[in-house]
Antibody, heavy 118, light 113 residues
Framework: EVQLVESGGGLVKPGGTLRLSCAAS????????MSWVRQTPGKGLEWVSY????????YYADSVKGRFTISRANAKNSLYLQMDSLRAEDTAVYYC???????????WGQGTLVTVSS | QPVLTQSSSASASLGSSVKFTCTLS???????IAWHQQQPGKAPRFLMK???????SKGSGLPDRFSGSSSGADRYLTISNLQSEDEADYYC???????????FGGGTKLTVL
């Protein structure tokens, strides 16, 4: 069974930093791309960032480009999102997601809440 | 920037059927999409992929009540014999190779009467 478990969320002040982690199990992590997707409370889903299985291809949404950095450690079955220069509008639940071969989301984590507020 | 258009809400009675529509923007009519379900207070769950040909492939364990289809720029998700647990938000998703980004529709909130 595929499991994606996020951690690292919390309350941070505007301009602050936070690092999210996602522990993956139940599939061959090094074979699949991974994404981060966020959801503002009561709103829809917004894709944030993607990293290919080998880390060679990395993409960001314009809203986070230059502030967020995605990375992965295949030996640890882990995905990360370094979030710098956080803004109030970054407040959301952040989901770790597995991307299958047709580049669509096939599995979701349970999410971790990030709140940016003074 | 591609757009996926969904109705904001839908309602149907217990035991009946409902059909959701996800419309791809011009230039993306042939794209494959995924449907996801998000029950209240829970994380999204992958349901199925639907190709432009109408072929669809479901996630593991998804009941036969769920099916997919396609017509032109529209991708459909149909749920028959509605159950109370089907009350949820339903999102469609696509990958755009030109902008190298993922796009989600605004979601349709289903109320089961």
């Amino acid at each position: 069974e595929v499991q994606l478990v996020e951690s690292g969320g919390g309350l941070v002040k505007p301009g602050g930093t936070l690092r999210l982690s996602c522990a993956a199990s139940g599939f061959t992590f090094s074979s699949d791309g991974m994404s981060w997707v966020r959801q503002t409370p009561g709103k829809g889903l917004e894709w944030v960032s993607y990293i290919s299985n080998d880390g060679k291809y990395i993409y960001y949404a314009d809203s986070v480009k230059g502030r967020f950095t995605i990375s992965r450690a295949n030996a640890k079955n882990s995905l990360y999102l370094q979030m710098d220069s956080l803004r109030a509008e970054d407040t959301a639940v952040y989901y770790c997601a597995r991307i299958e071969y047709q580049l669509l989301t096939s599995d979701w984590g349970q999410g971790t809440l990030v709140t940016v507020s003074s | 920037q591609p757009v996926l258009t969904q109705s904001s809400s839908a309602s149907a009675s217990l035991g009946s059927s409902v059909k959701f529509t996800c419309t791809l923007s011009s230039g993306h009519r042939s794209y494959i999409i995924a449907w996801h379900q998000q029950q209240p207070g829970k994380a999204p769950r992958f349901l199925m992929k639907v190709e432009g040909s109408g072929r669809y492939s479901k996630g593991s364990g998804l009941p036969d009540r769920f099916s997919g289809s396609s017509s032109g720029a529209d991708r459909y998700l149909t749920i028959s014999n509605l159950q109370s647990e089907d009350e949820a938000d339903y999102y469609c998703e696509m990958w755009d190779s030109y902008t190298r980004s993922w796009v989600f529709g605004g979601g349709t909130k289903l109320t089961v009467l």
